[in-house]
C-alpha cells in the first residue's frame, strides 16, 4: 500500500509530463511510419496525411432555379448535404449560398459537375490545410489520459482510507474532464477531414424595368408619405407659425390705425 500511495502523490507530475511530451512530437512524412513510444513498448502505426479541404465559388447563371436543381441533384449523387441555404434578393440582383458538406474523395467531382458550363467565375478560391501534426499529437495525448486514467482506477480499488480514496477520485475527475475534451477535439478534427465544406455563391441579374402603373402606384405611394411629413414638419414649426400670424395681424391693424 506504501507504493501505492507514492505512486498516488507522482502521478499528477506524470500527467504533466506526459502531457509536454506529447506536445512535441512530430508529424511522420506520408510514405514512412511512425514509432509511438509508451513505457517501454513501441508501436509502430502508419499514418496517412489528415487534410481538411475548403472551397468558396461565387459565378453569374441566366436561371438561378435550374442551377439550383442541378446543385441539389449532385449533392445528392455525391451523398453529401447541405448544411447552410441562404437567398438574397436585391434591386436588380437575385442570389442563392449553399454551404455543402461533402465526402474528401467526391470534392472536386462535385464541384465540377455543379458548376458545369460555368464560364466565368467571380471567385473561386480552393484550400487544403494539413493537420497531420495536430491529429497525431491529439491521438498520443488521449492514449496517455486513458492509460493514467487506468492506473487511477487500480489504485481506487485498492486505496482503504477515505483521504486516499477522495484524492484519487477528485484526480480521476479531472483527467476524465481532460479525456472528454481531447476526445471531442479528435472528433472534430476527424470529422472536418472527412467531410469537406464547399460554398457555392450563384446569382441572376434580374432586369429593373418598372411599368407604367407600377410607376403610379409608387408615385401615389410617395405623394402620400410626403403629405404626412409635411403635417410632421408643420407641427414641429407651429409656434414659428403662431408667431408669423401675429406681426401680420399687428401690421394690418397698425396701418388701419394710420390710416383713419
Known amino acids: 500500500m506504501r507504493n501505492h500511495l507514492i505512486l498516488l502523490i507522482f502521478l499528477p507530475v506524470l500527467i504533466t509530463v506526459g ?13 514512412e511510419g511512425i514509432v509511438v513510444n509508451y513505457g517501454d513498448t513501441e508501436i509502430l502505426a502508419q499514418l496517412e496525411r489528415k487534410l481538411i479541404k475548403e472551397g468558396d465559388v461565387v459565378f453569374e447563371t441566366e436561371d438561378i432555379r435550374s442551377t439550383r436543381t442541378n446543385v441539389l441533384e449532385v449533392v445528392k449523387k455525391h451523398k453529401a448535404y447541405v448544411s447552410a441555404d441562404e437567398e438574397f434578393n436585391s434591386s436588380g ?3 442563392s449560398t449553399l454551404t455543402i458538406r461533402v465526402p474528401a474523395e467526391s470534392f472536386d467531382q462535385l464541384l465540377n459537375e455543379a458548376t458545369s458550363g460555368v464560364d466565368k467565375f467571380e471567385r473561386k478560391e480552393i484550400t487544403v490545410k494539413d493537420v497531420t501534426e495536430e491529429f497525431l499529437d491529439v491521438q498520443a495525448r488521449l492514449k496517455t489520459k486513458k492509460e493514467l486514467e487506468a492506473r487511477f482506477l487500480e489504485l481506487l480499488k485498492e486505496a482503504k482510507k477515505v483521504p486516499d480514496v477522495l484524492e484519487i477520485e477528485t484526480q480521476l475527475g479531472q483527467l476524465r474532464s481532460d479525456i472528454e475534451s481531447v476526445e471531442g477535439r479528435l472528433k472534430y478534427l476527424e470529422s472536418r477531414v472527412s467531410l469537406s465544406t464547399l460554398t457555392m455563391t450563384f446569382y441572376e441579374t434580374v432586369p429593373t424595368t418598372v411599368q407604367f402603373g407600377q410607376k403610379f402606384r409608387n408615385g401615389f405611394s410617395n ?12 407641427t414641429n414649426i407651429w409656434p414659428f407659425i403662431l408667431l408669423a400670424f401675429g406681426l401680420i395681424i399687428g401690421l394690418k391693424l397698425r396701418r388701419k390705425k394710420q390710416n383713419n
Open 93 to 95: 440582383r437575385e442570389s
Open 19 to 31: 502531457c509536454h511530451s506529447d506536445s512535441k512530437m512530430e508529424a511522420p512524412r506520408p510514405e
Open 223 to 234: 405623394g402620400w408619405d410626403n403629405l404626412i411629413w409635411f403635417f410632421v414638419f408643420l
